[in-house]
C-alpha cells in the first residue's frame, strides 16, 4: 500500500515561489518516475516534472528553468520549487509514484494505474 501526501499549496501573487512537498508512506521504493502533476479548471491533467530511479529529471516545457523538482530519499519526500509562477501554473497539484513523463508537453504514462495523492491547490493572482 501506498500513500502519498502533499502539501505547500497557497495563494501567490505573480512572480511569486512556492515549494511543494510530498511525503511518502507505505511502499516507498519505486521502480519508475515519482512527479508532480497538475490539473486546472476546465483542463487535463498534465505533467509537470518527474524524477527516475537515477534522480534524472524532465519537466514539460513551461516549467523548465522555473521549476526543480528534487527528493530527499531519506525522509521518503519529493519537493516542487516553483519560481516565477504566473496565473497559467494556477491548478490542483498532485504527486504522483510509477508515472513518468513521455515528453516534454505533458503527456504521461502510468504502470498500471500509478499511485496518486490528494492534491495540493496553488493559486496565482493579483
Known amino acids: 500500500q501506498v500513500q502519498l501526501q502533499e502539501s505547500g499549496g497557497d495563494s501567490v501573487e505573480p512572480g511569486g515561489s512556492l515549494r511543494l512537498s510530498c511525503a511518502a508512506s507505505?511502499?516507498?521504493?519505486?521502480?519508475?518516475?515519482m512527479g508532480w502533476f497538475r490539473q486546472g479548471p476546465g483542463k487535463e491533467r498534465e505533467g509537470v516534472a518527474v524524477?527516475?530511479?537515477?534522480?534524472?529529471?524532465k519537466y514539460k516545457d513551461s516549467v523548465e528553468g522555473r521549476f526543480t523538482i528534487s527528493q530527499d530519499n531519506a525522509k521518503n519526500t519529493l519537493f516542487l520549487q516553483m519560481n516565477n509562477l504566473g496565473p497559467d501554473d494556477s491548478a490542483m497539484y498532485y504527486c504522483?509514484?510509477?508515472?513518468?513523463?513521455?515528453?516534454?508537453?505533458?503527456?504521461?504514462?502510468?504502470?498500471?494505474?500509478?499511485?496518486w495523492g490528494q492534491g495540493t491547490q496553488v493559486t496565482v493572482s493579483s
Open positions: 524524477i527516475d530511479r537515477k534522480g534524472n529529471a
Open positions: 507505505g511502499r516507498t521504493s519505486f521502480r519508475y518516475c
Open positions: 504522483a509514484a510509477e508515472v513518468c513523463l513521455t515528453d516534454t508537453l505533458g503527456h504521461y504514462s502510468a504502470v498500471g494505474s500509478g499511485y
